[in-house]
């Protein structure tokens, strides 16, 4: 079992960056391929990068392809998502998710592959 924490979180001008951090717990967070996902108010859940275990492979949603960038520390059990370009409609709820694989290669991209969820970090995004 693992436990995510999220960090990095805040208000930003439009334009701006912010970083998100997140912590997990254990020794074999390299076993979980890892997901960031975001829930604005009034919408679902919706996937924004995922990252597979070695972090060789990521993979975006087109609305953040270009301005976000999705990286992990296996040795410091974190994994990173750069929020670069911050646009209002960024603003959400962001959470960080794991999913233990024996697939190196392989990315989740749907809610419901994920076994663990972080609490969540919010991010504004206004002037």
């Known amino acids: 079992q693992v436990q995510l924490v999220e960090s990095g979180g805040g208000l930003v001008q439009p334009g701006g960056s912010l970083r998100l951090s997140c912590a997990a717990s254990g020794r074999t967070f390299s076993r979980y391929a890892m997901g960031w996902f975001r829930q604005a108010p009034g919408k679902e859940r919706e996937f924004v990068g995922g990252?597979?275990?070695?972090?060789?492979?990521?993979h975006y949603t087109d609305s953040v392809k270009g301005r976000f960038t999705i990286s992990r520390d296996n040795a410091k059990n974190t994994v990173y998502l750069q929020m670069n370009s911050l646009k209002p409609e960024d603003t959400a709820v962001y959470y960080c998710?794991?999913?233990?694989?024996?697939?190196?290669?392989?990315?989740?991209?749907?809610?419901?592959?994920?076994?663990?969820w972080g609490q969540g970090t919010q991010v504004t995004v206004s002037s």
């Open positions: 990252i597979t275990r070695s972090g060789g492979g990521t």
């Open positions: 998710a794991g999913h233990m694989t024996d697939f190196s290669g392989n990315l989740y991209t749907r809610a419901n592959d994920y076994d663990y």
